[in-house]
């Protein structure tokens, strides 16, 4: 497997990004043409998308959104993983090749949004009033099926919450890391 921009990427893998996308994350882009409009509005100066490829195959890919706060902070949005191949550390590796690219330019801090927004919820967070006591429920915070239990075992924190973001229940979890 090797890392590469996806600027340098074939129609065909972009092609496959985009079904990486749809697959992994309906909600957001539901058809191929949602996610190849993704793709194209974050194909621009001052982003970066990588891909993890295998023999001429994405298997993975993510991207880091031109940087704010005068350079010190990257948004990681989005990544994708094909799910006949998670749990290989695909994902860890267009994470980490991610972070080095931003580390580089002088980043300080990534963060990323994580919606908790499936119907019955992933997260503790899900179903339950975020007005009343967050601090114990962040403490308490378990991440079920959710994707936050790879953020965290990245080294991310969670840096806030945005209550019912997505509907009564469905919060955004807002992480971050020091790079």
């Excluded at 007005?131 to 075992?153: A, E, I, M, R, V």
Aim: glycine residues 14%.
């Amino acid at each position: 497997m090797r890392i590469i921009n996806m600027n340098q990427a074939t129609g065909e893998q972009i092609i496959q990004a985009a079904r990486i996308l749809t697959d992994s994350i309906p909600i957001g882009w539901a058809t191929l043409e949602e996610a190849l409009g993704e793709i194209e509005e974050r194909l621009i100066p001052g982003n970066t998308l990588l891909a993890a490829v295998e023999n001429g195959v994405v298997l993975g890919w993510g991207g880091i959104l031109a940087p704010v706060y005068n350079g010190n902070v990257f948004e990681l949005h989005p990544l994708a993983v094909r799910s006949d191949r998670r749990n290989e550390g695909i994902g860890r590796a267009v994470v980490s090749a991610l972070e080095d690219k931003a580390r580089r330019q002088g980043g300080l801090t990534i963060h990323l949004g994580a919606d908790d927004e499936k119907d019955g919820g992933e997260t503790s967070l899900a179903n339950c009033d975020l007005y009343d006591d967050l601090p114990g429920k962040l403490n308490d915070f378990t991440p079920g099926t959710h994707q936050s239990g790879f953020y965290l075992k990245m080294g991310y924190k969670i840096i806030g919450v945005m209550p019912d973001a997505n509907g009564r229940g469905k919060p955004d979890i807002f992480f971050g890391k020091r790079l």
